[in-house]
Every structure is written in structure tokens, then in C-alpha cells.
């Protein structure tokens, strides 16, 4: 049995598009109201920089930790969905 | 030094320095890479202003090799001295930045592990060869160990449990039964 959320099996399972940055699976509203901020309100625009950051996931994990507010359960979860999705799609 | 005033070709080569991984030093990544260039900086990581990348060596942790030095007479203070020298010496390099004499050092180091101690170690290598065999093998990831006794078992007591063990032995085989006599005869 998976231990992944339904919002992430959504987003790994196909191409993201133009989703919002709130479909990433660990940002919710406050999250990605925060990332907006920062001109990041499309789920790709932080694909982009997980992608920039050479797919390095500690960096990517501290940066959005710091972009977002995000905890560590909430940022490991964005992180891995992207890394899946990376597997997946890239 | 002021990281926010330097170029992204300048970070970019201060992180390589620092031995940090990375990608492109822009607008939304130089934040994150000034921030891990701080941190190497306060956690006192030594920088390599050298041309060349040798990954494979940490340098936080210096690659000290501990030989096993049961307590023989006064070699102990001689052979912790050039242990203690391989520090030194590669500071000096660096902060003199001799980079052709810096170059011979890396590759000396890149080069097989088990080198290096017989260059420092020669006279103890005759006499415990097993022990300077199985430590250069580890890599340069163990922290740097002096053999210290308190942590190790004192070679005297090793001593005494090897004559105990011998001794139980010869007590056991000389107590063995003899093909001679019938196990089996009845005692009567």
C-alpha cells in the first residue's frame, strides 16, 4: 500500500501543465500564497528551480523551506513529488 | 567580504572552491548559494584555490592514517611526528597558494592510499605489518584516532588472555584421551 497522498499520486501520474503552485503535494493555501509572492505561481516555475538547482534535493529542500515556510515533512514531500515526476515525465 | 557584492562568475568559483555542488548562480538561485558559501566559510572549510577538483577527498576531515602502535620503547613520539606534520604541511600550502607544489601533493594523494604510509611508517611496517595493512584501507572519512590506549584494550592484558587461551588449550589437549585405551571398556 502507497504511502503517498492522493495529491501526490495527481501530480506525479502526469504532466503537470499549467497547475497552480498549490497542486504541488506539501504547499497548500498559505504555502503557495507565500511562494506567489516570490513571482513562483505556477507549479513549474518551482520546477524550474529544483531543475536549476541541478535536481539537487538538499538544496532544493532548504531552499523552499525558506521560500515557503514550509516544515521539513511539508518540503520533503514537494521535493519528492518533483523528483518523481522528474523520473516520470523530464 | 562582502558575498552580495561579487559577480555570479565569482561565487560560482567560490563554491567550487568550498567543493559545493551547483548549478547557475542566478536571481533565484544566489541567495540559497551565498547563504551555503557563509556556512562553509564559518564551519572554517578550508577553500582550494586550485585549478584542480579532486572530490574525492573531504576536507573537513584530514585524511590522518593511524598506525597501531603497540608501546615499543620511544618509537611512539617518533612516528606521531610525521602523523602530526602531514597537517601543517598542507596548510602552509595552502595559504601560500603554491600551486605547482600543491599539485604534487593532491596527486600524491589521489594516488593509492597504502603509499602513504610507508613513507611515514617504514620502521614500524616490519614489525606489525598486519596492523598498517588493514588501516590505510579505510578511507579518508575516520576521524583522525591516535592509538589511544584508553579506547583500546592495553597490549598486556592481550598478552595475558593469549597465554590463558594457550594454556586452556594445552590443559584441554592434555587431557584428551589416547587411542590407545578403549573409551568403550567397561568399568568394572
Not at chain 2, 29 to 58: F, H, N, V, W
Request: aromatic share 12%.
Amino acid at each position: 500500500m502507497s504511502t503517498t497522498s492522493k495529491k501526490h499520486q495527481d501530480f506525479v501520474d502526469e504532466p503537470m501543465g499549467n497547475k497552480a503552485v498549490t497542486a504541488l503535494p506539501g504547499i497548500g493555501d498559505a504555502l503557495g500564497t507565500k511562494l506567489q509572492k516570490q513571482d513562483f505561481d505556477k507549479a513549474y516555475m518551482v520546477l524550474g528551480q529544483y531543475l536549476v538547482l541541478k535536481k539537487n534535493t538538499e538544496q532544493f529542500t532548504e531552499w523552499l523551506k525558506k521560500a515557503s515556510g514550509a516544515n521539513s515533512r511539508q518540503a520533503a514531500e514537494c521535493t519528492e513529488s518533483l523528483h518523481e515526476w522528474c523520473n516520470n515525465f523530464l | 567580504m562582502s558575498l552580495s557584492s561579487k559577480s555570479a562568475q565569482e561565487i560560482s568559483e567560490l563554491l567550487d572552491e568550498y567543493g559545493i555542488k551547483h548549478g547557475p548562480v542566478v536571481d533565484s538561485t544566489r541567495a540559497l548559494y551565498e547563504k551555503k558559501l557563509r556556512e562553509a566559510m564559518a564551519r572554517g572549510k578550508r577553500a582550494k584555490p586550485s585549478p584542480d577538483k579532486t572530490y574525492y577527498r573531504e576536507e573537513e576531515e584530514e585524511v590522518v592514517y593511524h598506525t597501531y602502535r603497540p608501546p615499543m620503547g620511544t618509537e611512539g613520539a617518533g612516528d606521531s611526528k610525521p602523523y602530526m606534520r602531514s597537517r601543517p604541511e598542507y596548510t602552509e600550502r595552502e595559504y601560500e597558494d603554491e600551486r605547482t607544489y600543491s599539485r604534487p601533493n593532491l596527486e600524491y594523494r589521489g594516488r593509492d592510499y597504502v603509499h602513504e604510509p610507508h613513507v611515514y611508517d617504514t620502521p614500524s611496517s616490519f614489525r606489525n605489518p598486519s596492523y598498517l595493512k588493514s588501516t590505510p584501507v579505510k578511507p579518508g572519512g575516520d576521524t583522525p584516532k591516535k592509538a589511544e590506549s584508553s579506547h583500546l584494550i592495553p597490549p598486556w592484558v592481550q598478552v595475558l588472555f593469549f597465554l590463558a587461551v594457550a594454556g586452556f588449550l594445552y590443559f584441554v589437549f592434555s587431557n584428551m584421551e589416547t587411542t590407545h585405551s578403549d573409551p568403550f571398556k567397561k568399568i568394572e
